[in-house]
């Protein structure tokens, strides 16, 4: 088996890399794309207010609709208004899950044209001689693509395919938006060695690391995700 000879980004249908991430539904929609909301804001939207501007962002690059969505924290609640937002899609909620599993879903979404949403929950710092910290209260968070290793088709034609995922591309409210692309985060499995509290935390629990565009690490948990594919509405599994 050949091995891979770098990595490849797949990002999801509808995102438009501009200044900053923006999106464009449909063969006839206008030529200019419309910036996501949420990203142009004065303020940055507070920790229970994630879950509302995370669906909005999934909404209008599944539909090319802007929506309003009144604040929503808990993942059943998310999930019940993207049933409301998307009927068209299948919605389907997963609680927290081995990386590998999470990763194929994400990719398998990705691939399908849909979104995955997570709750992320952050995991305190701890500091020497300075009392602990609690950590802080949960966000949500939309995985807007996949990294992974890639290789050649082998055509000759210089195309590659992004056959797994290695990591996530994560469209994070909380962080400044890149310059020029569709994501400001990226998540890994397993936990920064530097990072005392997450080592601790992932000898019972699956923590990630995210790493901003910037440098800035953290670690967490995902909670929860609730994944947004192209068919015919369900029941949550």
């Known amino acids: 088996m050949r091995a891979p000879e770098g990595l490849v980004r797949r990002y999801a249908m509808g995102l438009v890399m501009e200044t900053v991430p923006c999106y464009r539904y449909g063969p006839d929609a206008e030529p200019c794309a419309k910036v996501l909301p949420g990203i142009l804001v004065r303020h940055r939207a507070p920790p229970h207010r994630t879950g509302a501007v995370v669906l909005q962002q999934a909404v209008a690059l599944l539909t090319g609709q802007r929506v309003a969505v009144p604040t929503v924290t808990r993942?059943?609640?998310?999930?019940?208004?993207?049933?409301?937002?998307?009927p068209g899609?299948?919605?389907?909620?997963?609680?927290?899950?081995?990386?590998?599993d999470l990763l194929a879903l994400c990719h398998d979404m990705v691939h399908r044209g849909g979104l995955v949403l997570l709750l992320w929950q952050s995991i305190a710092r701890e500091l020497r001689g300075v009392p602990r910290r609690p950590c802080p209260p949960p966000q949500w968070m939309l995985v807007v693509g996949v990294e992974g290793p890639w290789s050649p088709v082998g055509d000759g034609s210089g195309n590659a395919v992004?056959?797994?995922?290695?990591?996530l591309l994560i469209?994070?409210?909380q962080v400044h938006p890149g310059w020029g692309l569709g994501h400001n985060q990226c998540l890994v499995p397993g936990a920064?060695?530097?990072h005392e509290a997450a080592v601790r935390v992932a000898e019972c629990r699956s923590v990630w690391s995210a790493r901003t565009l910037e440098g800035n690490l953290d670690c967490g948990i995902v909670l929860s995700a609730i994944a947004l594919s192209p068919g015919k509405a369900q029941g949550a599994r």
Request: hydrophobic content about 45%; some cysteine.
């Open 75 to 86: 993942a059943a609640g998310v999930l019940r208004h993207a049933q409301q937002l998307l």
């Open 162 to 167: 992004c056959t797994g995922a290695a990591g």
């Open 192 to 194: 920064y060695p530097f």
């Open 171 to 173: 469209l994070n409210t």
């Open 89 to 100: 899609f299948h919605a389907q909620l997963v609680w927290e899950q081995a990386p590998s």
